[in-house]
Nanobody, 126 residues
Framework: QVQLVESGGGLVQAGDSLRLSCTASGGTFSTYTMGWFRQAPGNERELIAAIPWSDASIHYKDSVKWRFTISRDNAKNTVYLQMNSLKPEDTARYYC???????????????????WGQGTQVTVSS
């Protein structure tokens, strides 16, 4: 079982940028599809970006497309989420997760991911 630890969250102003990191230990990171989810109070946990082991066919939720970039460094067992032009509605707890699914798209749900980090809080003030 892979263990995931997120970092990089914080309190920022609208328009600012943040980069989240998620480092894995155990398991075979380079073979997993990695995803970033977020959950705001009272909302469902939603998939906002996913990247397969090969970096091909990266998926983004429409609301973050062109502002957020997911990337991975298999040599460092780390997946990143670069978040630019942050908005107050991006405020949420952000989680990284690992999946054995090989095909990436908006059809993936939290149930397709088998390992989760503890999350990191992102708060965007207006």
């Amino acid at each position: 079982q892979v263990q995931l630890v997120e970092s990089g969250g914080g309190l920022v102003q609208a328009g600012d940028s943040l980069r989240l990191s998620c480092t894995a230990s155990g398991g075979t990171f380079s073979t997993y599809t990695m995803g970033w989810f977020r959950q705001a109070p009272g909302n469902e946990r939603e998939l906002i970006a996913a990247i397969p082991w090969s970096d091909a066919s990266i998926h983004y939720k429409d609301s973050v497309k062109w502002r957020f970039t997911i990337s991975r460094d298999n040599a460092k067992n780390t997946v990143y989420l670069q978040m630019n032009s942050l908005k107050p509605e991006d405020t949420a707890r952000y989680y990284c997760a690992a999946s054995r699914e090989k095909v990436v798209g908006g059809f993936l749900t939290r149930h397709d991911f088998h390992s989760w980090g503890q999350g990191t809080q992102v708060t965007v003030s207006s």
